[in-house]
């Protein structure tokens, strides 16, 4: 997915720039870069691969010579960000969150209509998305002309922060699918995409922008240059997943939201009496304390994350390097585990690989039973929006393969079929998961259930990974 941070202060800012964007390290994947204006008006950039070491490790050593009171920073997917632009709007850097589906669509339109020559090539021979955001920005006379007109080309979505002339331009994407927030202090701005990156740096949330919103930054002014959009579709995995437990999004809280979300399976999905409830970590930690909560079985942790040096698991491309990530990381708590019943919450199963090989390693060290309860509904399409997988087609989801085995003469299945959780396909379908990985039991969370942990009117909520459905055909 990605995070970016933004300040722009009356003072130095650069340490504010370096651990503002660092709070937002859970959401990428590969790449960090920061860009500050320094004193002589000059745009400074650094970009740094962190697919295998902490942000903050590769970029401490740069900071006493990374200076200023205006900067962006960002961790991508990854494509290299920032990237500083001169053009006619002025020299700028930009960082952007999203996904683009018609990417090599507006490269073409560019080339035909002569408003870009050429694009540099990431390795993969993947186009910098960022690169083509500005060249659409480039083609209007102000930013947020360029901003409105590049988020009506694309198809997918897309949230974007600029630096020029000592102002930030902010822009959440057009669906309000990734959340952005602005912090304010006397004499300090600043823009971020999660809201708790603000309090330890002694700032606090004034606005969330709304879907499309674009607005302008100064220390001092927060001045709206295009009002929000009222249609929403903010990703739902944000609060399953992606968010970290103290951040808020629509005034709805992540971790608040698991608990309930929690207690929500523990009374429509309950299980046979169970010695312990655990989370997967981290993630699945506050819904397993809200199952646990619920049900009045006590809470354990089985398994203890070591966090100061194994990075996400999904990170790697490689499935084997994913597995020892995956391994590696969770240490278990053999007295815990051994001769008692377990029952694991998790936020979601994309392969069903690094569930099955830690329900593997659970049964080993001597767990008699372990159940499975799994936070959101079943993946049955693949994210067109923000990069939730590192899946390359639906078939990388365990849902798909499944049914491609139930329905091994169906070239066409109704996908859409198995999404009732009380349809026998559903059933079945569950069923052959819960035999892959190996669980005593396995259930979801309904999509009833989901919504109304997270309590926001479900035409806001982009449900698309589970319905397959798009009010607005953005994909």
């Known amino acids: 997915m990605g995070g970016f941070f933004g300040v722009v202060s009356n003072k130095e800012s650069s340490r504010t720039l370096y651990y503002g964007t660092d709070y937002h390290s859970h959401l990428g994947t590969k790449r960090g870069g920061m860009a500050v204006t320094g004193e002589d008006g000059r745009i400074m950039a650094i970009i740094h691969d962190i697919a295998s070491t902490q942000f903050r490790a590769k970029f401490d050593s740069h900071m006493d010579n990374l200076k200023g009171k205006c900067g962006i920073g960002v961790i991508s997917d990854y ?37 870009s020559g050429h694009y540099l090539a990431m390795s993969g021979g993947i186009i910098n998305p960022t690169e083509l955001i500005a060249t659409l920005i480039n083609q209007k006379t102000t930013f947020e002309e360029g901003i409105e007109y590049a988020a009506s080309k694309i198809k997918g979505s897309m949230s974007i922060l600029i630096m020029c002339n000592n102002a930030l331009y902010a822009a959440r994407d057009r669906y309000g699918r990734t959340p952005v927030f602005i912090g304010q202090s006397h004499d300090t701005t600043a823009v971020s995409m999660e809201d708790a990156a603000f309090l330890n740096l002694g700032l606090k949330m004034v606005l969330e922008l709304g879907p499309g919103q674009i607005v302008k930054l100064t220390p001092e002014t927060i001045t709206e240059l295009r009002p929000a959009r009222k249609e929403m579709q903010i990703c739902a995995f944000l609060w399953v997943y992606y968010g970290y437990p103290s951040s808020t ?100 199963i994309v392969r069903g690989t690094q569930l099955r090989n830690i329900i593997y390693r659970l049964m080993t060290i001597g767990a008699k039973e372990v159940h499975m309860r799994i936070a959101c509904p079943p993946l049955l399409y693949g994210c067109p929006y923000l990069n939730f997988s590192r899946s390359k087609n639906d078939f990388d989801l365990i849902t798909r393969r499944v049914i491609a085995d139930l329905e091994p003469e169906n070239p066409s299945p109704d996908i859409e079929s198995y999404q009732d959780p009380n349809s026998e396909k559903h059933k079945k379908m569950v069923e052959a998961i819960c035999k892959i990985i190996g669980a005593s039991s396995l259930e979801y969370q309904t999509i009833e259930g989901l919504l109304k942990a997270i309590d926001l009117p479900q035409e806001k909520i982009c449900t698309y990974c589970f319905t397959g459905k798009d009010p607005y055909c953005q994909k």
């Open 79 to 115: 494509d290299d960000q920032p990237l500083t632009v001169y053009s006619r709007l002025g020299t700028y850097s930009i960082v952007t969150v999203g996904k683009i589906n018609n990417l090599e669509e507006l490269v073409e339109d560019s080339f035909s209509n002569h408003h």
């Open 249 to 348: 999004y629509e005034g709805k809280n992540a971790e608040v939201f698991r608990c309930n979300s929690g207690a929500i399976m523990q009374k429509t999905r309950p299980v046979p009496p169970v010695d312990l409830i655990c989370g997967v970590p981290d993630s699945g930690v506050g819904y397993a304390i809200g199952y646990s909560n619920a049900s009045g079985c006590n809470y354990g942790r089985a398994l203890v994350k070591y966090s100061p040096t194994w990075a996400r698991s999904f990170m790697p491309p490689e499935q084997s390097l994913r597995d020892l990530v995956s391994k590696m990381k969770l240490i278990p708590v053999e007295e815990l585990i051994k001769d008692n019943r377990l029952l694991f919450c998790d936020d979601s």
